[in-house]
């Protein structure tokens, strides 16, 4: 019902724009989060969006360098990532919260979608 996408091999320094699209669900009306996990460590919330009012929020590892952001046209959410790091990598997940309201708490996020690898490597 997700799907995460855009994921792949980038240099250290790079830019990456992760897409988050749905097939049943209309996106513009549901707190959207994105997380990642990394080998061996725990899944983290980095950019959450609201629905009510497109209210973000963001880790403080990835702020300044990392966008989300809505296309309700193409019922999509965006991660832009830029200036990626090698402490990027990870495998990358979009989730859906049955609310408005977003939070980066994995465990208020209700669909997930099956996760798209982004390694940043030279």
């Known amino acids: 019902q997700l799907q995460a996408s855009g994921g792949g091999l980038v240099q250290p320094g790079g830019s990456l724009r992760l897409s988050c699209a749905a097939s049943?669900?209309?996106?513009?009306?549901?707190?959207i989060g994105w997380f990642r996990q990394a080998p061996g460590k725990e899944r983290e919330g980095i950019a959450s969006?609201?629905?009510?009012?497109?209210?973000?929020d963001y880790a403080n590892s990835v702020k300044g360098r990392f966008t989300i952001s809505r296309d309700n046209a193409k019922n999509t959410v965006y991660l832009q990532m830029n200036s990626l790091k090698a402490e990027d990598t990870a495998v990358y997940y979009c989730?859906?919260?049955?609310?408005?309201?977003?939070?980066?708490?994995?465990?208020?996020?209700?669909?997930w979608g099956q996760g798209t690898l982004v390694t940043v490597s030279s």
């Open positions: 989730a859906l919260r049955l609310g408005r309201v977003a939070t980066m708490l994995a465990h208020f996020y209700d669909y």
């Open positions: 049943t669900f209309t996106l513009a009306y549901y707190a």
């Open positions: 969006i609201s629905s009510s009012d497109n209210t973000t």
